[in-house]
């Protein structure tokens, strides 16, 4: 009776890991296609304009990022308790990928580097009212700075998603 008792037991911990699995992977794919469309309008200066002055459109950005590291961190804690017992080549990537995530892009380093980017905006503005100048080259080397950060963090998010796939954890 006890061995049938921890069998059940044991089947309904794995039916729940793989349901927690399929809504990870699952979220994990909603978001970073989220992302990658909200992040392809902030690589330009109007991007990043709207970004600066649109406080919801910068909450709905900020929390898609937000969102992409909470389910990723999920994911990363389900795949160390599989790798415990013996994790594949291909845990251990997904592991390392998402830690490059969580340590170079977290929220904090993108609100910083956002803020930046808006304070130099803000800067590029109010010079060109000043002084009347054309303001294409400071617009150029501000978006291309912004290009080279959104496509990093994109490719980022990418790779954790294609690992997602690879996994089968939809």
Known sequence: MRRILFASGLSLVLFSTLAQENNVGAKLEELTLKWDNEAEG???YDGLTKFCLDANHRGEMTGTLKGIHHYDSVLYETIAQ?????GTSEMKKTMKDIEKLEDGYSIKAFLVFLQEECNARRAIEKNARKTGEDKDAEVYVLET???KYVKRITKRIDVVREHVRHLSVK
């Not at 599989?82 to 013996?86: E, I, L, V």
């Open 42 to 44: 902030l690589s330009s």
């Open 82 to 86: 599989k790798a415990r017992f013996g």
């Open 145 to 147: 700075e912004l290009s």
